[in-house]
C-alpha cells in the first residue's frame, strides 16, 4: 500500500479509474432499471414473479456498480474495503430481515387482517385527505367499522 | 528465530529500521470513509426495515398507497439522471487520473448539472403529493416511504455542496494530497447512492407500484 507521496494524482486509487468500467457500470444498470420499470408497467407477469425478476435485476445492477464504480475486488490495493464490505452484507440483510420478520409474525398473531382492512375505512380522515375518496377502491367497506 | 540468530553477524546486523517509509495518508482517509459509508448504509437497512414493516396494507390507514401515486417512467427518469451523474463524476476522475484538471471539473459540473435533476425532480414529485393531500403524516406507511426516500434525497443534497466545494478547492488548490483524497473519498459518496438509489427504485417505487 505504500507509494511516493510526490504526485497525489499517481496514487493507486486515482490510477484505477478508468472510463470504460464507468460507462460499463452504468450501461449495465441503466439497462436493468430499464427492463424492471418495462415489466413493471407493461403488467405482463404475475405479481410474484415480477417481484422475482426485478429483485434480481436489482442484484446485478448492485453487484455490477460494486465493482465498476467503487472498485471492491480482491486487488491488493482494495482488499480491505472488500473485506469491510463482506462482513457489512450480512448486518445489513439480518437489520432488514430480523425486523421484517419479527414484525409479520406480530402481525400474523396479533392482527386478524380482515377486521383490520375493513375497519380502518377512509371516513375518519377523508376530510384531512380531499382527493383519495375519488381514488379506487377508496369507498369500498364504508359500511363497516367507524 | 534460533535459525535466524545464528545466521545474524552481529557485527553488522541493522537493529533499526532506518529507511523513511511514507504513510500512505490517501488510502488511510479513503477506506475511513468507506468505513463510514458501511455505517451510513446501516441507516439506510434501519430506514429499510421500517418500510418493509410499514406497507402493509393496514399501514396505510385505509389512506393512499404508493400503488396509487408512483408513476414508474417518472421515477426511471430520476434514475438515468443519478446514474449519468454518477458517471459523469467516473469521466471527470478518469480525467484526474491524465492531471487533465479541466476535465476533472467538467465532469464534475456535468455530475452537479444531473444531480440537481434528479433533485428538482424529486421536489416535484414530493411537492405533487402534498397538492393531492399526501403528506408525512397520512399514515405509517406513508412516514416510512418518505423518510426513506427523502434522506436518500438529503444524501444528494449535501452530495451536490460537496462537489461545488470541490470543484473550487481543485480550482484554488490544484492536485494536493488534500484534494485528490476528498475527490476520492467523494467519487466513493457519490457512486454509493447510485447503489442505494438501485434498492430504493427497486423495492420501494417499483415494489410499491405493483403491491
Known amino acids: 500500500m505504500s507509494h511516493s507521496a510526490a504526485d497525489p494524482t499517481m496514487h493507486p486509487e486515482v490510477q484505477l479509474s478508468t472510463s470504460k468500467g464507468y460507462f460499463l457500470g452504468f450501461a449495465i444498470s441503466a439497462f436493468l432499471m430499464l427492463v424492471a420499470t418495462f415489466l413493471v408497467t407493461s403488467h405482463s407477469v404475475p405479481p410474484f414473479g415480477l417481484l422475482m425478476v426485478i429483485s434480481v435485476c436489482a442484484g446485478i445492477a448492485v453487484i455490477a456498480q460494486i465493482y465498476f464504480l467503487l472498485h471492491i475486488d480482491i486487488s491488493e490495493h482494495n482488499i480491505w474495503n472488500t473485506v469491510a464490505l463482506v462482513m457489512f452484507i450480512p448486518l445489513f440483510l439480518i437489520t432488514i430481515g430480523l425486523t421484517w420478520w419479527m414484525f409479520s409474525q406480530l402481525y400474523l398473531r396479533t392482527m386478524d387482517m380482515s377486521v383490520m382492512s375493513s375497519a380502518m375505512q377512509p371516513a375518519v380522515h377523508a376530510s384531512a385527505t380531499p382527493g383519495m375518496a375519488d381514488m379506487p377502491g377508496m369507498n369500498a367497506h364504508t359500511d363497516s367499522g367507524n | ?211
Open chain 2, 1 to 211: 528465530m534460533s535459525s535466524h540468530a545464528s545466521t545474524v553477524d552481529p557485527k553488522k546486523a541493522e537493529l533499526w529500521d532506518t529507511h523513511h517509509h511514507s504513510h500512505d495518508v490517501i488510502s488511510t482517509r479513503t477506506l475511513g470513509y468507506f468505513l463510514y459509508l458501511l455505517s451510513d448504509g446501516m441507516l439506510f437497512a434501519t430506514l429499510f426495515a421500517a418500510y418493509g414493516v410499514l406497507s402493509y396494507q393496514h399501514s396505510y390507514f385505509g389512506g393512499p398507497t404508493p400503488a396509487e401515486f408512483v408513476k414508474p417512467w417518472y421515477t426511471f427518469a430520476q434514475t438515468i439522471a443519478l446514474f449519468l451523474s454518477v458517471l459523469a463524476y467516473g469521466f471527470g476522475m478518469n480525467a484526474l487520473k491524465h492531471k487533465n484538471k479541466s476535465g476533472l471539473i467538467n465532469g464534475m459540473l456535468a455530475a452537479f448539472v444531473l444531480g440537481v435533476v434528479f433533485l428538482v425532480l424529486d421536489i416535484h414529485d414530493m411537492s405533487h403529493l402534498y397538492s393531492m393531500g399526501i403528506t408525512l403524516a397520512s399514515s405509517g406507511g406513508m412516514s416510512a416511504f418518505m423518510v426513506l426516500t427523502q434522506v436518500h434525497a438529503t444524501h444528494i443534497f449535501f452530495g451536490l455542496i460537496w462537489i461545488l466545494v470541490m470543484i473550487a478547492q481543485v480550482m484554488t488548490k490544484g492536485f494536493t494530497e488534500e484534494t485528490v483524497g476528498r475527490l476520492l473519498t467523494l467519487r466513493m459518496f457519490w457512486h454509493l447512492q447510485a447503489v442505494i438509489w438501485v434498492f430504493v427504485y427497486i423495492f420501494v417505487y417499483l415494489w410499491g407500484y405493483i403491491s
